[in-house]
Each structure stands twice: as structure tokens, then as C-alpha cells.
């Protein structure tokens, strides 16, 4: 069925190190995979995207990787900041059901200073 | 200016009782949507729209009733509120029908039944 797995579900870092959270999917016709970052008490927001024709995207300390064969994609902070503690998600666009975007279970990301 | 609103923000009634959230997006997406985000941060899908037309519909009570005016207006009228519909409803709208573009979410609706 409609599956987005997101882990881990906490994570902390020490301030400068990089984070890594993963995410895996079961669509194997899942074309658009976004991740939102969730601040305490505020809306989702997207941070970057990727689409299935890439294999990575990079956006200053934010990366995405995505593996279409092991339908795995992964998102990667690097020199992180307390500003980067928040509550991530990452999502897939599953085309077999009207198109509809699934999120993960969220990783609450704590950066220590 | 704000791209998608939501009123209340904050929403706190009785078991039992009726009520609406409102939400409104001025960025001329076609597609409107509602999540519920429990206590665990979990956000499900519960129902889309695009062009006023319902294209998604989950396994949602049917207590839950969205209606949509116009294709900038998503609104969602809750019946016989019940405990476990405590939660943040959020409303989201995006240009094409579950992506690729981006979704814009609203600030949310903190709804406490009591």
C-alpha cells in the first residue's frame, strides 16, 4: 500500500556535524519526493525537492539523494545550526492514487550547542 | 501577504458539537487540501480539491464535510465533535494536483475538544 517510512524519529547533533535522516517508499511510479521542515508551533515548509530524474540535489548546507532502484532518498544537513532544530518530513507523490503526496512519520531533529 | 490563512486558529468546544475552519489561498493554485496532524507530528491527507471538484477523499469520518466555493476557498464543517479530534488541521493548496510543485500550507487550526 501507500507507504512513506521515515527514520530515525529523534536525532540529535552536536552543533557543526552534519545530520542525516532516511526515507523509504513502496510506488515504484513515485516521481517527486519533497521534504518539509516543521518549526515548533508553525506550518510545514519545503526546504528542497527532488525529482526521479535526478539522483541528487544540493542547496547551500542541504542535500538530497534518491535512489530509485532501492526506492530509498535521503536528506543531508551539513554544518548544522540551532536554527536547523525543527521537525523534518520527507514525502512521496504516489501517481497510483490521484496523485496525492504521503508524508513520513517526521524526524525531530535537536542540534546542541 | 499571506499566501494560504486559516481561521480560528485556535478552536475549543465541547464534545458534541459543530464546527468549521476556514481557509482561503490567493496564490491561484487549482488544487486545496486538509491534513490532521495528531499529537505524535503525524500528517495525513484527509481530503483534496481541485477546481472545486473532490479528487481525494481518505478513510475520514463522515462527520468530517469539506466544501469548496471557488477553487481559492477549502473549507472543512466537523459534526458531533468527538475526543479524538483533537488535533492541528492544516490547509494546503499547490498548482498541480499532488505536485510536482510546491505545497504551501496555511498557519493551521489547533482544534481541542473537551
Known amino acids: 500500500g501507500e507507504n512513506v517510512e521515515q527514520h530515525p524519529s529523534t536525532l540529535s547533533v552536536q552543533e557543526g556535524d552534519s545530520a542525516v535522516i532516511k526515507c523509504t517508499y513502496s510506488?515504484?511510479?513515485?516521481?517527486?519526493f519533497p521534504w518539509y521542515k516543521q518549526e515548533l508551533g508553525k506550518r510545514p515548509q519545503l526546504i528542497i525537492d527532488?525529482?526521479?530524474?535526478?539522483g541528487e540535489k544540493k542547496d547551500q548546507r542541504i542535500a538530497v539523494t534518491l535512489n530509485k532502484t532501492a526506492k530509498h532518498f535521503s536528506l543531508h544537513i551539513t554544518e548544522t545550526q540551532p536554527e536547523d532544530s525543527a521537525v523534518y518530513f520527507c514525502?512521496?507523490?504516489?501517481?497510483?492514487?490521484?496523485?496525492?503526496?504521503?508524508f513520513g512519520s517526521g524526524t525531530r531533529l535537536s542540534i546542541r550547542p | 501577504d499571506t499566501a494560504v490563512s486559516q481561521t480560528p486558529k485556535y478552536l475549543v468546544t465541547q464534545m458534541g458539537n459543530d464546527k468549521s475552519i476556514k481557509c482561503e489561498q490567493n496564490?491561484?493554485?487549482?488544487?486545496m487540501y486538509w491534513y490532521k496532524q495528531d499529537s505524535k507530528k503525524f500528517l495525513k491527507i484527509m481530503f483534496s480539491?481541485?477546481?472545486?471538484?473532490?479528487?481525494i477523499n481518505e478513510t475520514v469520518p463522515n462527520r468530517f464535510s469539506p466544501k469548496s466555493p471557488d477553487k481559492a476557498h477549502l473549507n472543512l464543517h466537523i459534526n458531533s465533535l468527538e475526543l479524538g479530534d483533537s488535533a492541528v488541521y492544516f490547509c494546503?493548496?499547490?498548482?498541480?494536483?499532488?505536485?510536482?510543485?510546491?505545497?504551501?500550507f496555511g498557519p493551521g487550526t489547533r482544534l481541542t475538544v473537551l
Open positions: 494546503a493548496s499547490s498548482q498541480i494536483a499532488g505536485g510536482p510543485d510546491t505545497q504551501y
Open positions: 510506488d515504484s511510479a513515485s516521481n517527486y
Open positions: 527532488i525529482r526521479s530524474n535526478v
Open positions: 514525502a512521496a507523490r504516489y501517481e497510483s492514487s490521484a496523485s496525492k503526496i504521503i
Open positions: 496564490l491561484g493554485h487549482d488544487t
Open positions: 480539491y481541485n477546481n472545486k471538484e473532490l479528487i
